[in-house]
């Protein structure tokens, strides 16, 4: 059952993923140069919208991108105890990374 | 023992490198955002980004990301049951999608805007 809804939550995380990227590629490069000025970032920093927006795609992102790493690493490390390890590791590193996102966020 | 390279392999290994420069690179993006908190060093930081080597391994970046996505769309295709005869025209069509990404990509990165 977890593995079902771990692979249920990389399709989810990855669709938002895809659409969340192709906001960020249009706001970031086709809105019209200096887009990644400081007033500019910090002016959508502000806006509520472009926050829930980002905090939706930081942790899709980190989830993703970790739950991918331990998929990987599941196929090459056998040992039980070892991969408990690595899925504890990866979790602690992941919260630790979307800490420091949204400290980042909150300029 | 030798690998047999076909479309299923090679994406296979397109899938799992970009997916591991991707993540990895989520530490080297929050690193430069981290910056946001003293505006100068922000600016000279971004100043420092706007050269031709960083806009070309930005395209690299862009190329990781489209065929980290396309592939991985597929992936959930062939998930849910496609059958097996359209595998290799879906590796095709992500192919020639992240292809025009990657050429309308190059226009903005390389050609002025940003």
Redesign the interface.
Do not use: C, N
């Given at each position: 059952m977890k593995q079902i809804i771990e692979?249920f939550f990389q399709?989810i995380t990855?669709a938002v993923?895809?659409f969340g990227?192709i906001l960020h590629?249009y706001t970031?490069?086709?809105s019209?140069?200096?887009?990644?000025?400081?007033e500019m970032?910090?002016a959508r920093?502000s806006n509520p919208y472009w926050i829930i927006f980002n905090i939706i795609f930081l942790v899709s992102?980190?989830y993703h991108?970790?739950n991918?790493?331990l998929g990987?690493m599941l196929e090459y490390v056998h040992s039980h105890r070892i991969q408990k390890i690595c899925e504890g590791t990866l979790i602690l590193v992941g919260i630790f990374?979307t800490g420091?996102?949204i400290?980042?966020l909150t300029? | 023992m030798r690998y047999r390279l076909h479309t299923g392999s090679v994406a296979w290994i397109i899938h799992?490198f970009s997916?591991?420069a991707?993540?990895l690179y989520?530490?080297l993006h929050?690193y430069v955002?981290?910056n946001?908190?003293d505006?100068q060093k922000?600016?000279s930081i971004?100043k420092a980004l706007d050269s031709p080597l960083i806009k070309l391994s930005e395209l690299g970046l862009?190329f990781l990301?489209a065929a980290h996505?396309f592939n991985?769309?597929r992936l959930?295709l062939l998930?849910i049951g496609t059958p097996t005869r359209l595998h290799k025209p879906l590796f095709w069509l992500a192919a020639v999608i992240c292809a025009l990404i990657l050429a309308a990509?190059s226009w903005?990165?390389v050609g002025?805007?940003?």
């Open positions: 692979w399709r990855g993923l895809l990227l590629f970031m490069h086709y019209g140069a200096d887009q990644i000025s400081y970032v910090s920093l992102v980190i991108g970790f991918g790493l990987i990374l420091v996102g400290y980042i300029v | 799992r997916g591991i991707l993540t989520i530490f929050l955002l981290s946001l908190k505006p922000f600016e971004m862009l990301v996505s991985g769309f959930t998930d990509g903005p990165f002025g805007l940003h």
